[in-house]
């Protein structure tokens, strides 16, 4: 599988500055998962914001079903519940970078950056989550290199 979509995601949990991903995993994998169904994660570990891997870029995803996103597109979670809170701007930051590269990379152009929200009845990545934002600030990033 060769991804050419990135979805984005919030967890709606509160980021306690701990690792919440294994508890992520976990649920996942009680809910039918063989393992977390995203393959990135930025999370807030004490008092910086981590990028987490979860499943290997050549593997399934399991984190949104709709058009069979699964199978061509890279998960990523933002650890926290963006319903109610603003993403933390370095947890943005952090999210542009890894968005950026994985562009780069993987040559997925920025409209094929989605909320999970345009796919399924979910509001990922938050109703506070500037996603329109978040792609202007990807493609001012990819420009500068």
């Not at 060769?2 to 949990?13: A, M, N």
């Not at 570990?45 to 890279?74: F, P, W």
């Not at 506070?128 to 001012?140: L, P, Q, Y």
Request: aromatic share 8%; with cysteine; net charge positive.
């Amino acid at each position: 599988m060769t991804p050419k979509y990135i979805i984005l995601h919030h967890s709606l949990t509160k980021d306690s500055g701990t690792v919440s991903w294994n508890a992520i995993r976990k649920y996942h994998k009680k809910i039918g998962c063989d393992d977390i169904g995203y393959q990135y994660g930025i999370e807030l570990i004490k008092t910086y914001y981590e990028i987490l891997v979860g499943r290997m870029l050549n593997e399934t995803g399991a984190h949104c079903r709709q058009d069979r996103m699964n199978h061509k597109s890279v998960g990523i979670c933002f650890i926290g519940n963006y319903d109610i809170t603003p993403v933390p701007p370095e947890m943005f930051q952090v999210g542009v970078r890894l968005v950026a590269s994985l562009c780069d990379v993987l040559s997925i152009s920025t409209d094929r950056i989605y909320p999970h929200s345009l796919l399924a009845d979910k509001t990922c990545p938050g109703k506070m989550f500037d996603v329109d934002g978040f792609i202007e600030a990807v493609e001012r990033k990819r420009e500068k290199h």
